[in-house]
């Protein structure tokens, strides 16, 4: 049985602004609609990245094999012209009848009993949000999910930086802009995305929010010591709040060794899965794959051998009902109870 799939993170909006065809088959990347199709792959949160001009690949660091030195904050205007684009560019493919940007749960529904990608549109960081004036425009045009940061700081929180291994708690907390933020979000019903925020950003948020925590594409930091993986206390607080993790496909985030090797088993995304759902109760757990956005193991290569992990966690025991809370069910639900329908 092959179950529709809504994932919590992936960067195919970047690939598509580098040239892709959304709606040709490729080899390259990992999401395309004819892929999408074959492995089930409903939808999900669609991320719009403002990169910055000096990233480079990771290499080899003295914290670890996934270093990645941080730049300044970007500029807010740069930001906003950059955001801009890449939203527009979601825009064309809705266009195109390729998904449906969702703006509320039934939206979602709607969208996949009709066979559409149901698209949210999310900012990976809220470099672009230069007022809470703004927020409330991105709102109006479809934004429901916002990360306060990517892995560098802007005015509202701190990111955590790749480091292996090491902890989260890498900085301050939240700004005086930040926790206004928060709360803002929590008036309007956008989704706060706590992956890539540090320890005590996260815990501001925890102590700020009304709505379930949410950590879109993050794993477990007892399994692989990153600081983009999670505390066991960060678990507890997200299973108390009623929200959910998705787990994260990137091998770095998933490896006991925080190694890049994408020959990595199967098996390795199967335990932080079991860890979590140990730890939190199954109704916390979903999938945030990072496609697109980060490397994979090789059997995970795209959307379309998604199959492949559910028939692992089959082998393990999971039943069906179980398996759909994790591949979509768990994601409709923190969806409804976040943006209030």
Not at 65 to 90: E, F, K, T
Not at 121 to 134: K, M, Q, S, Y
């Amino acid at each position: 049985m092959t179950l529709p799939v809504f994932d919590g993170h992936n960067d195919v909006v970047l690939r598509l602004d580098a040239g892709r065809d959304f709606f040709s088959e490729s080899d390259e990347g990992h999401i395309d609609l004819p892929r999408a199709q074959r492995g089930r792959f409903a939808g999900g949160l669609f991320a719009v990245f403002v990169s910055s001009p000096e990233l480079h690949e990771p290499a080899e660091g003295p914290s670890g094999p996934y270093a990645l030195p941080l730049s300044p904050p970007i500029d807010p205007d740069a930001a906003r012209a950059r955001a801009d684009h890449l939203v527009q560019i979601l825009f064309g493919v809705e266009a195109q009848g390729g998904l449906r940007i969702v703006r509320s749960a039934d939206d979602v529904t709607t969208a996949l009993d009709d066979g559409e990608l149901a698209a949210v549109l999310h900012f990976e960081g809220a470099d672009a949000i230069r007022d809470l004036a703004e927020l409330e425009r991105d709102y109006q045009r479809g934004l429901r999910s916002l990360g306060l940061v990517w892995s560098r700081a802007n005015r509202y929180a701190e990111g955590v930086p790749f480091r292996f291994p090491a902890s989260p708690d890498t900085g301050p907390g939240l700004t005086a802009e930040g926790r206004e933020l928060v709360r803002a979000c929590n008036r309007l019903g956008v989704l706060v995305d706590l992956s890539h925020l540090n320890l005590r950003g996260f815990f501001d948020v925890a102590e700020l929010s009304d709505a379930p925590l949410v950590a879109s594409h993050s794993n477990v930091h007892a399994l692989c010591a990153s600081t983009r993986n999670l505390l066991d206390e960060q678990l507890d607080a997200i299973a108390s709040s009623g929200g959910i993790v998705g787990v994260n496909f990137a091998v770095a985030f998933l490896r006991e060794d925080g190694g890049l090797e994408r020959d990595t088993p199967l098996d390795v995304v199967v335990q932080h899965i079991e860890y979590l759902v140990d730890r939190m109760g199954v109704e916390h757990v979903g999938l945030g794959s990072d496609f697109d956005g980060a490397a994979p193991p090789n059997e995970l290569g795209d959307v379309a051998a998604l199959p492949k992990l559910f028939d692992a966690l089959r082998a393990r025991g999971y039943d069906e009902a179980t398996l759909a809370k994790i591949a979509h069910g768990n994601w409709r639900r923190v969806l409804h109870e976040t943006w209030r329908d």
